[in-house]
């Protein structure tokens, strides 16, 4: 098994472009979980989803922020417009769901916004 | 509101020496807690969480409810301990929101 798979690794855009961020997780886990990783705030949750559901969204910054997961294999998180202050590594990480811990993380996709 | 505060951003210690690794949580309940360790080029991975109670790769972990800590330790420090370590928290049961303290980098020096 590959482990959770994360696309693109590396992205460099400029301010304002929308981004895109992949993240397929491991086959079987239910419950899937976004992240953000900077030095001044270490690792933040963004957002996370039971089963395709969005269970707690607390975490995104603000409205250019959005994540969907529109089936068990694939989930998306989209920055639109892009800003400076998003530069950061993206992770993404799935586990089996209720009643397990232990979450399994993707490779990250460190972003760059100019 | 639940909180992970890891006091120190850097660590460093000489091979051989102890090694302990700060974290004290804020949770109304009782938590699950854990220790998650990124290697250079290696992803985040867990280490051990507090309900095993197990020893991985020779560091261990005590949940101190008094005091509200979950401390990594370690008797000798080695090389290929060097690496970022986060210790999280999440509620017991139920929806597994997962809160991480910004992480700990240990360096052990040869």
């Known amino acids: 098994d590959a482990g959770v798979i994360q696309s693109p690794r590396h992205e460099v855009t400029e301010m304002g472009q929308e981004v895109t961020l992949r993240c397929k997780p491991i086959s079987g886990h239910n419950s899937l979980f976004w992240y953000r990783q900077t030095m001044m705030r270490g690792l933040e949750l963004l957002i996370y989803f039971n089963n395709n559901v969005p269970i707690d969204d607390s975490g995104m910054p603000e409205d250019r922020f959005s994540a969907k997961m529109p089936n068990a294999s694939f989930s998306t998180l989209k920055i639109q417009p892009s800003e400076p202050r998003d530069s950061a590594v993206y992770f993404c990480?799935?586990?089996?769901?209720?009643?397990?811990?232990?979450?399994?993380f993707g490779p990250g996709t460190r972003l760059t916004v100019t | 509101a639940q909180r992970v505060t890891q006091p120190e951003k850097l660590l460093s210690v000489f091979k051989g020496a102890p090694v302990e690794l700060k974290c004290n949580y804020s949770y109304s309940g009782s938590p699950e807690l854990f220790w998650y360790v990124q290697y250079s080029r290696q992803r985040l991975q867990l280490l051990l969480r507090h309900i095993s109670r197990e020893s991985i790769k020779g560091f261990t972990a005590d949940l101190n409810k008094g005091e509200t800590s979950f401390h990594l330790k370690k008797p000798f420090a080695q090389e290929e301990d060097s690496a970022m370590y986060y210790c999280a928290l999440s509620p017991p049961g139920g929806y597994q929101k997962v809160t991480f303290g910004i992480g700990t980098k240990l360096q052990v020096i040869p």
């Open positions: 990480a799935s586990s089996l769901g209720a009643g397990s811990y232990e979450q399994y």
